[in-house]
Each structure stands twice: as structure tokens, then as C-alpha cells.
RNA sequence: GGAGAGAUGGCUGAGUGGCCGAAAGCGCUCGACUCGAAAUCGAGUUUCCUGACACAAUCGGGAACCUGAGUUCAAAUCUCAGUCUCUCCGCCA
């Protein structure tokens, strides 16, 4: 933290002289531009007269000259100015609470009470494997570490999430669904802030240079960049399903096991454009929206106010929703919702007018996910578990699992029988302990 | 992958070196007419940067006709490179 801090403030010394120097260019080379402009029209009536021009156009030739060389020492200035600005981190909101790091956030409220097992709650990795339902060894050797292959209910379950999700977000909240592409182009991730300081967190594809989205706010927000939104259609609301693409550069170590911290996971995401006005008010609406999905699912939650030194790069202000996990014996991320006030409608030229002739004012938009597709089926696994193994389907979710009830083993080909496997694994396990 | 056409304001679309921020039409805003509306008539209608000003209003200057570079005293217009769109052929989920 501070040594970010101390880049900044160097950083923001050299913009406010960046910023001189390119105005002191600018008012010399538009004043050389003023007198082409005038000796433009002196030449073109003069040519229609017949009138010699030529020592005329000697003298232009020389201003025309210093015009070139003034143009491109601004450009490189703004170019400068530029290479400041983007790596500069948005402003906190004045309710954002300070602090050093995530021990400072703030718990604002609890929702529902972690359920007490008459047994030892397993880790959703444990389940998965049992059942055969989640297969990490399979995922390691068709792609590598940080993948993952759901079969049989898991992957069902996982569909049923999606499609449940978006059907409470249009149905009930109000979101309008769009299925945007999964590959940005660098002018999206700029604009939404993922570019040019988070470049080794994306996934980037050859040959055309694109990057596989990390959420989908980068599609979704981009929709809009640069143009300018009807001020009555406001607030612009959407609901977009997504995979997910994250490099994890940096987090080697953390979270291995399991589902927790995927290359690819799937999320549904909300989306918000509104006025200035109204931004603060729309991200408490968005966060209970998002809250709604958890209490449907009747998984115990708390939200916490991120403080300004786990804030994400972008954000004002930004809320976790923390679902509890039996195994961890604690709350952890499935939702993060923020409002980035007018940060990425800067970069992105996202505005709006409030009538035809208003000037047009930056729009703010929010997001925050609706839920992590993955973490959710995780909380489902460990707060659903029963002692047999299996794992209970909540009630809003049985419809969308076709009537079924509870989540069993995988019943398709495994030809080297990893649930066999497993178990083996457990027994040497347990027999070496009791040793 | 091969061949061709194109990219101009909110939209349609003219413009092939200066008099073009850009014709015309549509749309939109305001006004007249009308009891009201339609029709008609009149006026207006892009954005960004910069300067003056305490701010706003306003006024002055500059820039922008897909992007970038070049030719030229001067580029929407000419040259080169790139991006995107469309049409035809091939291939393909």
C-alpha cells in the first residue's frame, strides 16, 4: 500500500507539470493554426484574381513547419498525460471505510444462521470426488491446474443456477439479459479499468490479440462506450451470464483445493447505468438484488464493506457478499458489488443529456455478481450436505433439476473408478491416523 | 481462404484539393396558424480541447467526415497501412 501510494504522488507532481506544458503548446500552435486558417482564404481569393501568391506561400511553408513539430510534441505530451492518468485508481466514496488492508472491512450485516451438523461437514472437494461429480485429476490432465470437470448432477447443478439466477434478476428485479461475447478487444478492457495496469491477469488469444473477458461488466459496460444513453431510459439495467477467465497470476498457493479459485468459472453478473444523482441509492438496490439469490437458496450470508485497502482499482465504494462454508468454518466471497461512479464512463465515454439541448454529463455505472455460479454450487455442496454423502437440492432449485430431490453419485463411465479411488485414499488415511 | 464494394452529423444521403462543420431530406426543439391536433410556414438543432470571466451565460481560437501515417501553403476529397461493414464464391458448428 504504500509504496502505491508513493507512485502516485510522484506520479500526480509530474501531471500538474505535464499539464502546463501541453497547455503552453497548445496556445502556440493554435495561434500558427489561426494564421493558416486566415492565409488559407487570402490564397484561395487571390488565385481567383490571379494575384501572385508566392511569397505567401514561402511564409506558410515555414509556419506550416513549425505547426508539424508543435503537433507531435503535444501528442507526446498527452501521450504522457495519458500513461498517468490510466494508472490512476479511482477516488473512494466518503462511506468507504479506511484501512490497511481486509482485516479493515466492515461487517454491515448478517443474513440466515449457519446450520450445526450432527457430523464432521466435509469440504465440497471432498463430496465432489466422492460422488464423482467433480473431477480435478481429469480437468489437470486435459487442461492443467485450476480447471475443472463437473459431471453428472454438478454439472447439472451448475445450469440450474444459471438459468435460475437470470430468471429471478428478469423476472422479478427488473434486469434485461444480454449474452455478450466471451473475447474483448484492449479498448473494452481499458475501459473498463482491467487495462493497462491488470494486463498479466487476462488470458490473452492469438492471433488477434483479443482477451478472454474476467467478468462480463468488461462486455456488458462496454455496450455503451461511447455513446451517449437517453437520461429517461436511466437506470439501464442488465443481467448477463458469462464464463469467467482469470490468469490468477500471483495467487499460487492459495485456495488449490477445489472450486474456490478457477481459470474459468461462470458468474451472472449485474450491470447498472444510472445518473450521478441516483448511483449510490441503485448500488444498495443492486447488493439486495444479489442478496435475494442467497436467501432464496436459503444459504447463510453476511455483507461486508470493503475498506479502502481491499478495494478493487475502479471502485468507489464495493460491498462482498460472504456466503458461509461449514468445511472453512467461515464466510467467503461469492459476490462483490460495486459502484465505480463516473471512473469507467471516463475512460469509456459513457454519457448521457438530461434534455436535447443539456450538455451531456458522464453516466455512473455499477455491477456487482448475481451470484458466482461456482461458489454458489460450493455453498450448496457443504450447507446442503447429509451424512450418507449425498447432497440435498433447495426447494427454488428442484424445478430446475428436473423434480429431483438430492444430488447422488455420478452415474456415467468412470473407467478407473475415482470414487473407488477415493475412498481407498480415505481408509489408508484413516488407518494410518488410528496407527 | 478467394473476389469485389463501402465507412460522412440522431438517421438517409450529397460532396473528388481551398469559398465544406459539411447540401438536401427525415427526425427533434421552439414559434406562428388552430378550440386543439394534423397539414403548412418560420427559426433553431454535433462533440471535444483551449482562452477571456469568480461561476454560469456568452464570446474568441483550434480540432474532428472509420483509425494511423504521408503528400501539399491547404485534405472529407490524393497516397500508403490498418480496422470494421456489406455482397459473391469456398469451407464449417
Known sequence: MENESEVTISHLS????LDEERREVIKEVEDLKCQQNRANAEISAAKKT????KAKLEEMKAISE?????DSKQSEIEKKIEEVVLYLPNICHETTPVGASGDDNVEIRRWGTPAKFSFEPLSHADIGVKLDILDFDRAAKITGARFTVLKGDAARLERALISFMIDVHTGENGYHEVLPPYAVNRDSMRGTGQLPKFEEDLFKVTPSGYYLIPTAEVPVTNLHRDEMLNFEALPVKYVSFTPCFRAEAGSYGKDMKGLIRQHQFHKVELVKFTAPETSYEEHEK?????????QKLKLP?????????????????????EVWLPSQNTYREIS??????DFQSRRAQIRFKRNPKAKPELAHTINGSGLAIGRTLIAIMENYQNEDGSVTVPEVLI??????????????YSPQGQQQQAQAKETNAKAMTNK
Open 14 to 17: 509530474g501531471f500538474i507539470k
Open 286 to 294: 443492486l447488493v439486495a438484488d444479489a442478496e435475494k439469490i442467497l
Open 301 to 321: 450470508y453476511r455483507v461486508m464493506a470493503l475498506s479502502t485497502g481491499d478495494i478493487g482499482f475502479s471502485a468507489a465504494k464495493c460491498y462482498d457478499l
Open 399 to 412: 424445478p430446475y433439476m428436473g423434480g429431483i430431490t438430492k444430488i447422488g453419485a455420478f452415474k456415467g
Open 50 to 53: 490571379g494575384a501572385d501568391v
Open 336 to 341: 462483490s458489488c460495486s459502484n465505480f461512479e
Open 66 to 70: 513549425k505547426v508539424k513539430v508543435l
